[in-house]
């Protein structure tokens, strides 16, 4: 019995270990972020955010919409346990089962995150920016708030505008990559109103109304942004290493200014100065005004 249950442990090991090489390799800025919780609380974030890495990489690795419900589907299955022998098999779901249980996550919030996925699979455009909105607060928010609650965060409220933020600045950031790979991603009713034509965007020909396009998600970004900034100013003191990633937000909106009239061109924040903004950060605990 004592043999098995160190075989378990074991493989658990593993599962946590496998979740923070997953995160430490595609998302950077999360990965830092981590290392500012507790020591006990790591683990349990690390299998959030590699959780999240598999949903966001199911339409890159997926040829149809229904390969991708399939695969959301069994994700959604994992998190309520109806898969026990294919979980144990998959590192990522069975370090993700340990955290719902161990802190007692509310699984609709997962559905949540599964639902948005399902909602936008094989469909790169949004209808309007509510609806971008909407979807960012579904995906980087609940993130965020999960990551809160694993760190038993009083107050949540700052989840909502941070993780809306970080997800219009993803578009932004991906915006032209999109575009080569044959993708729209800005929201319609922002294309009609500046009157962008998606075969502009798709030709990476730069238009004034491009730019006055991204610029009105760059508005709508800061917006957000500030209101975030305010709550976890008033609400974020508990939990530092959850809100943590939305601090980089003004180093990618600063970025994407300096090329504003080359929509096409692909600003890099240098790694250094994300990590020192991070690091800055969680010393003053509140994220940077955007200057």
């Known amino acids: 019995m004592l043999h098995s249950m160190h075989g378990m442990l074991y493989s658990m090991h593993d599962a946590f270990a496998h979740c923070e090489a997953l995160v430490h390799s595609a998302d950077k800025d999360r990965y830092l972020s981590t290392l500012f919780a507790p020591a006990e609380h790591r683990g349990a974030l690390y299998a959030l955010y590699a959780f999240h890495l598999e949903l966001s990489r199911i ?5 149809e919409p229904l390969a991708g419900e399939v695969r959301l589907q069994w994700w959604s299955e994992a998190v309520y346990e109806q898969r026990p022998e294919e979980m ?16 007692r996550l509310p699984r609709r919030l997962f559905d949540e995150l599964i639902e948005a996925r399902r909602t ?23 993130l965020m708030e999960l990551a809160a609650r694993v760190m038993g965060a009083a107050a949540l409220d700052y989840a909502g505008p941070a993780g809306i933020s970080m997800g219009i600045v993803s578009l932004l950031r991906n915006f032209a990559s999109d575009a080569v790979r044959g993708r729209v991603t800005a929201p319609a009713d922002l294309m009609l ?8 965007i798709l030709a990476g020909r730069t238009t004034m109304q491009i730019v006055v396009l991204l610029k009105s998600l760059r508005d709508i970004a800061i917006r957000h942004y500030e209101e975030a900034r305010v709550l976890i100013e008033r609400d974020g003191h ?16 600063r970025a994407l200014s300096r090329v504003a009239n080359k929509p096409f061109a692909m600003p890099e924040v240098p790694p250094w100065r994300r990590q020192w903004t991070l690091w800055r950060a969680a010393r003053t605990g509140y994220p940077p005004a955007i200057r």
Do not use: K, M
Not at 240 to 252: G, I, K, M, Q, R
């Open 59 to 63: 339409p890159d690795v997926v040829t």
């Open 88 to 103: 144990r098999g998959h590192p990522v779901a069975n370090a993700l089962s340990e955290v719902i249980e161990q802190y």
């Open 120 to 142: 936008h699979l094989g469909r790169e455009l949004f209808g309007s920016v509510d609806e971008l909105e909407r979807y960012a607060r579904s995906t980087s928010s609940t």
């Open 193 to 200: 109103q500046t009157s962008v034509l998606p075969q502009d």
């Open 238 to 253: 508990d939990a530092v290493a959850a809100w943590l990633p939305v601090a980089t937000v003004p180093l990618d909106l």
